[in-house]
């Protein structure tokens, strides 16, 4: 799946569709459109068939329209991605209060924002480095640092944290939607996979030349029933990211000898 870019409509009308300060009314006696039926179609063709299959036509097809009654609404296709996105990002739970302290707030924050990507699993081919600047991701992100603020850290290591808990959840997801496309396109599990091939690699893996790949390997497949296991790897990942960040709190809390 190619990866699409945010940010890369006009930056004026995208900003004032996201903040909704100019949208165009439906024309009297033509169809009932508006921008959030616009998006919502949008989604609905990206979650079925993935974002290779986004076009203004695809959107206007779902919505029974001419698509050249959209372009009334939506520039086009970049300012259409940045709504998508925007919107998506709104779904996620945003409780005010979270027991356990910042660690509990953050690993809450990584697993809605996992739960995203599960549910729209388009959002992993999404480059957000020019984000949309939208209401959700603006209020997302004032979310994502209060779950750190006043904990010692610096304002850089406090973007900086809820920036790596984002990458490392970007990166885990799109790792488990390639192996569900996987299984998808070839109509075999990973575990079919394997041992399809195991006659092969049982003359060809030599445990004498690789023996610790040969353990662990054995050891990962049993427990896996495959190479990996995406969600073993994200829980894995997702406790280690934490840990890391825990020690940084540590250092900052501990006074200098």
């Known amino acids: 799946m190619t990866t699409e870019y945010t940010g890369g409509g006009d930056p004026a009308r995208s900003l004032a569709l996201l903040w909704r300060t100019s949208e165009k009314s439906g024309r009297k006696g033509g169809p009932d459109l508006s921008v959030d039926r616009i998006v919502a179609a949008a989604i609905e063709v990206a979650d079925a068939d993935g974002l290779g299959a986004l076009s203004m036509r695809r959107v206007a097809e779902r919505l029974g329209v001419g698509t050249m009654s959209l372009y009334t609404y939506v520039p086009g296709k970049a300012e259409l991605l940045d709504l998508m996105l925007d919107t998506v990002i709104g779904e996620a739970a945003r409780p005010a209060e979270v027991e356990g302290g910042w660690r509990a707030r953050l690993e809450l924050i990584a697993r809605e924002k996992w739960a995203l990507y599960q549910r729209h699993p388009w959002l992993s081919y999404v480059a957000t480095g020019r984000p949309p600047l939208g209401p959700n991701v603006s209020d997302s992100y004032e979310y994502e640092l209060s779950a750190v603020d006043g904990i010692g850290l610096t304002d850089l290591e406090m973007d900086s944290v809820v920036t790596l808990v984002g990458g490392y959840v970007h990166g885990a997801a799109r790792g488990a939607v390639e192996a569900a496309q996987a299984e998808q396109r070839t109509g075999m599990t990973d575990e079919q996979w394997w041992w399809a091939h195991a006659p092969y690699l049982g003359k060809l893996m030599d445990p004498s030349r690789f023996p610790l790949g040969a ?43």
């Open 215 to 257: 353990r662990v390997g054995q050891a990962a497949g049993e427990a896996h029933k495959g190479a990996s296991d995406p969600v073993h790897a994200f829980e894995f990942g997702l406790e280690r990211v934490l840990d890391g960040i825990a020690a940084l709190v540590e250092r900052r809390s501990t006074p200098a000898s």
